[in-house]
């Protein structure tokens, strides 16, 4: 991976410490680690930053499945923090069939998740919360939700990772004249863009307020160059803020050709 991302060209990297799927986790290699950590450095590729596995479900109401959900949080903040990252991204999760979208009560059961896990690990990685597109029983895809439960912890352990694609199927329309001002506004007004850690650079292949998560190339979906071009030259942002692509790779070279087309259009 470490090498890979140095021949693209990365200047940082997300990946997944274990398999996103399911499994028990294969126990990191240290010299295998220190080499990563090297290769990395040498590149000058930071922050490394671990996304965790899909199955986890902070909200669930089932113990048992809860129960698990935290321990592959608490082991995968312990993995990160052994590989050298420095962020965390968690989906917020999954309510009941029965509860309203946005439901208090599955926020709340999230905070409670969290609440142990941080209790259980007090290392230096920062879990960042995920805002989602809303599809099928996800919450925590209007930002209300997603402040709501990010301000609940100090900032040094809790921040937040915005995807522009799920932002973009939950309602927040970024594509119209003054979209990215507003939408960062809003964001900062109920999460803090002090508290964001990194984004996610996806276009949508899905409508606005569609709930559907599916990415695009840059530029093939409804988000558009010209959007990203304004969202990467905002100047509510920091300049060093982490920007991660989880576009599609269709042919071999999609995740060069992507990285090409967002840097043209940030140093534009
Ligand atoms: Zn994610
Ligand atoms: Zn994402």
Request: hydrophobic share 35%; with cysteine.
């Amino acid at each position: 991976m470490a090498r890979t991302a140095l021949e693209l060209g990365c200047e940082t990297v997300q990946i997944f410490s274990r398999s996103p799927r399911g499994g028990k986790a294969k126990e990191l290699s240290l010299p295998d680690v220190e080499k990563m950590r090297s290769v990395l450095e040498e590149g000058g590729i930071y922050p490394l930053v671990v996304h965790i596995p899909y199955y986890v479900n902070l909200a669930s109401d089932d113990p048992d499945t809860r129960s698990y959900s935290i321990d592959v949080l608490v082991e995968d903040l312990r993995r990160t923090e052994v590989l050298g990252g420095k962020y965390l991204v968690t989906h917020v999760g999954h309510r009941r069939k029965e509860e309203p979208p946005e439901s208090a009560d599955a926020l709340a059961r999230v905070y409670t998740s969290l609440e142990e896990a941080l209790g259980r690990y007090d290392g230096p990685v920062r879990i960042l919360l995920e805002n989602t597109s809303g599809m099928g029983r996800e919450i925590g895809y209007t930002f209300e939700a997603l402040g709501a439960l990010v301000r609940s912890f100090p900032e040094s352990q809790v921040g937040a990772c915005l995807d522009t694609a799920h932002a973009f199927a939950a309602g927040y329309d970024w594509t119209e004249p003054d979209g990215v001002r507003k939408i960062l506004t809003y964001f900062d007004r109920h999460v803090g863009l002090s508290r964001l850690g990194a984004m996610h650079l996806n276009d949508a292949k899905g409508t606005l307020g569609g709930r559907l998560d599916r990415h695009a190339h840059i530029g093939q979906g409804n988000l558009g160059e010209e959007t990203f071009r304004r969202i990467l030259t905002s100047d509510l942002l920091p300049d060093d803020l982490p920007g991660l692509l989880e576009t599609p790779i269709d042919d071999y070279g999609d995740d060069l050709s992507n990285m090409k087309k967002i840097r043209s259009l940030r140093d534009s």
